[in-house]
């Protein structure tokens, strides 16, 4: 399995930007299509974003399309976020997922291994 460590979350104000990352070790994260979820304290973890071993090919829950892109460098096994335009309703812990084969999935299930979580807050 490979091991998920988030960082680059933090207090921001609204229509600010925050760039997360997300580092893999144990397997070459090449080989792992990769995600970003949520959870906002009392609701359910959800899709936020998701990226191919490629990289070419990437989804976005529509609350974030436009304001958010995800993008990998598989050579120094690391999966961005970079938010921008952020609203206190991105508020949440954001966890980093890799699922090792198929596509982008957009349920936790789809996925093999989780990062700790990183979290993000946004005030006004």
């Known amino acids: 399995q490979v091991q998920l460590v988030e960082s680059g979350g933090g207090l921001v104000r609204a229509g600010d930007s925050l760039r997360l990352s997300c580092l893999a070790s144990?397997?070459?994260?090449?080989?792992?299509?990769m995600g970003w979820f949520r959870q906002a304290r009392g609701k359910e973890r959800e899709f936020v974003s998701g990226i191919i071993c490629r990289g070419d090919i990437t989804n976005y829950a529509d609350s974030v399309k436009g304001r958010f892109t995800i993008s990998r460098d598989n050579a120094k096994n690391t999966v961005y976020l970079q938010m921008n335009s952020l609203k206190p309703e991105d508020t949440a812990v954001y966890y980093c997922a890799a699922r090792r084969l198929g596509g982008i999935g957009l349920g936790e299930a789809d996925y093999d291994s989780w990062g700790q979580g990183t979290q993000v807050t946004v005030s006004l």
């Open positions: 144990g397997r070459t994260v090449g080989f792992y299509t």
